[in-house]
């Protein structure tokens, strides 16, 4: 018999949650699977069925054989209002590659505190940051422990490290194509529950400190093709130039608020401004020194995106804006 866990987002806005149940089968490639829709904000009581698919399988890292990310579909099978993953499938080729920066707080599950601050607030930010040592740094083994299980799922997380702010962690989420918002969302799925074991939780939200402290986002950076290996200054400055065109378009889909995140201070650019520039953290579009050093072919890194967007919105707007 296998262990076949099947993980999914729910219909709790602004933002949506992640679910999971295990099916113990004798089957080795996972069906779809109905499951109680009232229950997640998907269905009403009297007609509640709604069906889980497989999209993406991996390794279980830890208690179950197969992690199963799934989209939700309704009874018919057509695709559920909350399922933002179709809005990629069609447009979204491996051709395009993502690298999510997913920044986060540990936090204490009693009463919401940042795990670090129980004594009050701390020092202000400047040591934190790649910190190290004991007066630096909080929760270092959650976050290489959980490095530990994405890399055992076959997830590709290519670096991680301390953040500005006590308590606060990001890792680095690199993928191709639509799969790229399945890692992401999956990494995110073992995150929470590796820190379950540490009694710890963790908050998403883009400014769960007030004051002068960094916030958290999730940083996008992305390329095609032509980025990679026919770019140019003139290239790159018109897609920066394509995305200023829609910026209020992108912010409403980079995650809710992002207005307490996006305000001119701490590495970002005001909410109701677009700027882009090399080697600029202050920017909405930083162009990486990679970039520039490579001769224009590389990627650009969107800084907007708050650390609880939903990937799947992401790529469909970035993706469909260039691909006009």
Not at 54 to 67: A, Q, R, W
Not at 119 to 138: I, M
Request: with cysteine; glycine share 10%; net charge negative.
């Amino acid at each position: 018999m296998k262990k076949h866990e099947y993980i999914w987002l729910d219909g709790y806005k602004p933002e949506p949650t992640l679910r999971s149940k295990v099916l113990v089968t004798d089957e080795d490639a996972p069906p779809d699977w109905a499951f109680d829709g009232s229950s997640t904000q998907q269905a009403e009581g009297g007609n509640s069925d709604c069906i889980l698919r497989p999209t993406s399988e991996y390794v279980g890292p830890l208690s179950s054989d197969k992690l199963v990310m799934c989209e939700v579909l309704s009874l018919d099978k057509t695709p559920h209002p909350s399922n933002t993953r179709r809005r990629c499938e069609g447009l979204v080729t491996d051709e395009w590659w993502f690298g999510y920066e997913q920044e986060y707080f540990f936090t204490n599950p009693e009463d919401g505190t940042i795990l670090g601050w129980e004594g009050g607030t701390p020092r202000p930010q400047g040591d934190y940051y790649c910190g190290v040592g004991a007066g630096n740094v909080v929760g270092r083994e959650i976050s290489e422990t959980h490095m530990d299980a994405c890399l055992a799922a076959g997830i590709m997380i290519v670096g991680t490290n301390a953040e500005v702010a006590l308590g606060q962690w990001e890792y680095q989420c690199f993928g191709k194509g639509l799969k790229a918002g399945d890692d992401l969302w999956v990494s995110r799925y073992l995150l929470q529950l590796v820190a379950e074991d540490y009694g710890v939780s963790v908050s998403f939200h883009p400014k769960p400190q007030e004051g002068d402290w960094n916030g958290s986002g999730m940083h996008a950076n992305f390329s095609n093709n032509q980025m990679r290996n026919s770019g140019s200054k003139e290239l790159m400055y018109a897609i920066c130039e394509k995305l200023k065109a829609v910026h209020s378009e992108g912010i409403a889909e980079y995650g809710s608020d992002n207005d307490m995140r996006l305000t001119g201070l701490h590495e970002t650019q005001s909410i109701d401004q677009f700027s882009y520039a090399p080697f600029d953290r202050g920017a909405s579009i930083r162009i990486p020194i990679y970039t520039v050093d490579h001769n224009w072919n590389g990627y650009l890194e969107d800084r907007r995106p708050a650390s609880n967007a939903d990937p799947y919105r992401i790529m469909a707007h970035i993706v469909g804006t260039l691909s006009d």
